[in-house]
């Protein structure tokens, strides 16, 4: 799959590499909700799952905001580390909510950060992006 932009295969690559971490982060922290979903029915060991699902959605973010500093780097698209960097914050506070059990705000700043993570994912995949 070749991404063609004007600032070179370098900045190319940069992107096509945040798009796939922000595909992988899209779809674990769409699992989330589900593993959550399926806790509260009754079944108590998708808590388990759920707080891997949590580990897994966190490391992805950070990933995802080293591949965006990147192509800032490479061709000064400030937007994907700003939204990358709020993402990352926003899933250091649900973590922590979840840890402690606050489901007021575990749950509302979960949707918040699903759906910013679904947008930013499809605004990235946008041709006029890799121009």
Not at 79 to 89: E, F, G, K, Y
Request: glycine share 8%.
């Amino acid at each position: 799959m070749e991404v063609s932009t004007s600032a070179g295969p370098v900045a190319s690559k940069a992107l096509l590499a945040l798009r796939l971490v922000a595909t992988a982060h899209a779809v674990a922290i769409f699992g989330q909700p589900v593993f959550a979903g399926v806790f509260l029915s009754g079944d108590y060991d998708m808590l388990r799952l759920h707080a891997t699902g949590a580990d897994v959605v966190f490391y992805l973010a950070l990933v995802q905001l080293v591949a965006a500093m990147v192509l800032w780097w490479r061709r000064g698209v400030r937007w994907p580390s700003a939204v990358a960097l709020l993402i990352v914050l926003g899933e250091t506070g649900q973590y922590s909510a979840g840890l402690s059990g606050d489901l007021e705000l575990h749950i509302p700043l979960g949707v918040a950060l699903v759906a910013l993570t679904i947008v930013s994912l499809f605004v990235l995949w946008r041709p006029e992006v890799a121009r």
